[in-house]
């Protein structure tokens, strides 16, 4: 099946309040593992590059490893641009075959988010190309990004934002963060705000960065064989629901890889010293991620049986 854009994919999902995964990816057992998990669950899925991924990998490596990727799939897939921070990254990947992009211009203020957010849909819609931008900002780090604090999305603002701009998906900060450590002390996410958010924008796709879980199984094993992950914490599964519930249609994971990719290799390479075949490390790590992304599908974005 040859890539898509969202767009089908989150007017079904949006409908039937689920959420597709979008998982990141950087490398040929990630791609495999997330791939082989879509297969088995008859799920659509995101492929989504960072720009530091795209530097890691190179872009050609990205799109021949996503082309054999969906020779003989079946379900439907899109190549995602995530976090691009200007006009010139987009461009380049939407005219070197990406079928989706996103716009962060969410740490500029709001006149200038606007301006290159607008510049982007223009050239993306010429394209046939779907636009993700962001509107407010995230704690932590996202390539070159860095915000100290989170700064809520204002449900006003981001009408006006949507109108303006024409961009296709709205990411919103309702209190999640990137990476492994995202709450101090309990979870907590304003479900009030994003429903407001849902309410002023009906039938308009929503998408929730910074969601991964850190299952605490990962961090538990990466911890026992010489890690030294301490206070990790996610976003619990049954908010992920609930915000499939309120609007949001694309759900970003890319820790929840990581941590399943270190745990996995910290264990083998403890419980078999003398090895030194590759295959046999990166081969269960690709197996962790598959099974990960698996049960997140049919448990927790609800996205099985839905290609
Ligand atoms: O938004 C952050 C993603 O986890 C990508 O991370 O920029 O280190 O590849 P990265
Ligand atoms: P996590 O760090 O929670 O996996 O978020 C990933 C993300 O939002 C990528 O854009
Ligand atoms: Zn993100």
Redesign the pocket.
């Known amino acids: 099946m040859p890539l898509t854009t969202p767009k089908e994919m989150f007017e079904k999902a949006y409908m039937d309040k689920y959420a597709i995964g979008a998982f ?1 990816v ?1 490398n040929m057992e990630i791609v495999q593992g997330i791939m082989e998990a879509a297969e088995e669950e008859k799920s659509p899925v995101i492929l989504q590059i ?4 795209r530097k890691y990998a190179g872009h050609n490596y990205i799109i021949k490893m996503v082309e054999a990727a969906i020779e003989n799939s079946n379900v439907p897939v899109v190549l995602h641009l ?2 691009g921070v200007d006009f010139n990254i987009c461009k380049e990947v939407i005219d070197g075959g990406f079928t989706s992009v996103m716009i962060d211009g969410s740490h500029f203020p709001f006149e200038k988010n606007i301006e290159v957010t607008k510049s982007v849909v223009e050239y993306a819609h010429q394209h046939g190309v779907w636009v993700e931008a962001e509107l407010g900002q995230l704690a932590g780090i ?2 070159d990004v860095f915000a100290e604090q989170n700064v809520f999305t204002e449900p006003d603002q981001a009408v006006e934002f949507v109108e303006r701009t024409g961009c296709n998906s709205l990411a919103v900060a309702i209190g999640t963060s ?1 990476g492994a450590y995202k709450f101090k002390s309990e979870p907590k996410l304003d479900f009030e705000r994003l429903e407001k958010i849902t309410q002023l924008l009906p039938n308009y796709p929503l998408v929730l ?1 910074g969601a991964s879980s850190v299952p605490e199984e990962f961090i538990k094993t990466a911890n026992n064989f010489g890690g030294q992950i301490a206070g990790a914490k996610g976003v619990p599964e049954f908010m992920l629901k609930k915000a499939a519930q309120l609007g949001v249609c694309k759900i ?1 994971i ?2 929840d890889i990581r941590l399943a990719i270190t745990a996995t290799l910290r264990k083998v390479l403890n419980d078999f010293p003398a090895e030194f075949d590759p295959r046999k490390f990166f081969g269960p790590a690709r197996q962790a991620i598959k099974d990960m992304v698996q049960y997140k599908m049919r448990f927790v974005l609800d996205s099985s049986n839905k290609a």
């Open positions: 990141n950087t960072s720009a530091g991924a995530d976090h996202e390539d990137h960065h970003n890319d820790t």
